[in-house]
Structures are given as C-alpha cells and as structure tokens.
C-alpha cells in the first residue's frame, strides 16, 4: 500500500508565501518524477511544477520564477515553495509521484491541499 500524505496549505494573503510538502510511504522501490497538479474552482487539474529523481525540474508558465519545487529522495518527499502567491493560485494542489511499488510502476495522487490567496 502506497500513499502520498500532503501538508502546508492554508490561507495567505497575496504576496506571501507558503510550502507544501508530500511525503511517499510504503512498499516503494523506486520512485522517479514526482510533481504538484492544482485544480481550481471549474477548472481542469493542471501541471504546477515537476522534478526529476536526478533533480530535473519542469515549470507551468504561470508560476516560473516564484514556485520552486525540490524533493528529498531519502525521504521519499517533494516540496513546493510558493512566493509571490497571488489570488489565482488559489486552487486545491496535489501531489503525485510516478514510482515503482511491488515490481508495478504506475502513478499515485495526494488527496490534496487546499492553498487559498486572499487579494
């Protein structure tokens, strides 16, 4: 049994800024891209940032140069800094992680969290 465990979201005001964490645990072997999805109110989840397990990271437009997203592969865990914030990044945010578990590699979801930024 595998499972993604999210923490770190709340309220904030716009310009602040938040963390998010995700830890992975369980019968994990091998976890390769883990990464952070948000979807907001009537909208479609959409990618927010993606890194590698060498560290190769990939960005949505709207969030280069304010979101960074890094992990902890002994920890089996992928944060998100997220400064700036501003109100449409107002969304709940979920973590995944493609990995392999009980020689099956498939990708798992974080129940999610939920990161509010008031104007």
């Known amino acids: 049994q595998v499972q993604l465990v999210e923490s770190g979201g709340g309220l904030v005001q716009a310009g602040g800024s938040l963390r998010l964490s995700c830890a992975a645990s369980?019968?994990?072997?091998?976890?390769?891209?883990m990464g952070w999805y948000r979807q907001a109110p009537e909208k479609q989840r959409e990618l927010v940032a993606t890194?590698?397990?060498?560290?190769?990271?990939n960005y949505a437009d709207s969030v280069k140069g304010r979101f960074t997203v890094s992990r902890d592969n002994a920890k089996n865990t992928v944060y998100l800094q997220m400064n700036s914030l501003e109100p449409e990044d107002t969304a709940v945010y979920y973590c995944?992680?493609?990995?392999?578990?009980?020689?099956?590699?498939?990708?798992?979801w974080g129940q999610g969290t939920q990161v509010t930024v008031s104007s």
């Open positions: 995944n992680a493609d990995l392999l578990s009980r020689f099956t590699r498939r990708v798992y």
């Open positions: 369980g019968s994990i072997s091998f976890i390769y891209t």
């Open positions: 890194v590698t397990t060498r560290g190769s990271t």
